[in-house]
């Protein structure tokens, strides 16, 4: 699992995940949730391993959030919180997660929008709210600043070396 380098990721944190996906693929009677980070990475994936590669798809559903986040702009929405992608035999639903991440569902006819939509409103309440821990969590952690003497010096030494 990889995650932003803002923000702390740990054990207990992917646990979490899991159980809650894990819960929700159970009562949706879905395939896949995967979490993928604002910045394209893959952070999390629970149920049937995919057949395509997950990094790509990381890739694309970040641009495709991205997009849509325009395209509501465009029609005076702040943002579209859900997305929706119906195939003939495999559909997908993506929804926002504390604007930093988000769930994406695999399934298959097996189920119905209906149900993933009805099931999918607690799993967003419950994900976010592991997400606002370790984002807050996360600027909890930090390391504190560098001193701005070092910086001075460092500056200086820099400017030495290139003759500025």
């Known amino acids: 699992m990889a995650g932003a380098s803002s ?12 159980v809650i996906l894990s ?18 990475q893959m952070v ?8 395509f590669d997950p990094t ?7 641009a495709d959030f991205s997009a849509n986040d325009q395209l509501a702009r465009m029609i005076g929405e702040p943002e579209f ?11 997908m639903y993506l929804a926002d997660i504390a604007r930093r991440v988000i769930l994406v569902v695999l399934f298959d006819n097996r189920t119905t929008l209906g149900l993933v939509k009805l099931r999918v409103r607690q799993t967003v ?30 500056e200086d030494e820099l400017d030495k070396l290139f003759g500025a």
Request: charged share 30%; aromatic share 10%.
């Open 7 to 18: 923000w702390s990721f740990r054990e207990e944190d992917s646990n979490r995940i899991h």
């Open 23 to 40: 819960e929700f693929l159970r009562e949706a009677n879905a395939r896949t949730g995967m979490i993928v980070d604002r910045t394209g």
């Open 44 to 51: 999390a994936i629970v149920g049937e391993e995919p057949s």
């Open 56 to 62: 790509a798809f990381a890739s694309l559903t970040a």
């Open 81 to 91: 919180g859900s997305l929706f992608h119906q195939g003939e035999k495999e559909s």
């Open 125 to 154: 309440l419950d994900l976010r709210q592991v997400f606002e821990d370790m984002f807050n969590r996360g600027t909890a952690d930090e390391k504190p600043p560098v001193e701005t003497g070092f910086l001075g010096e460092a």
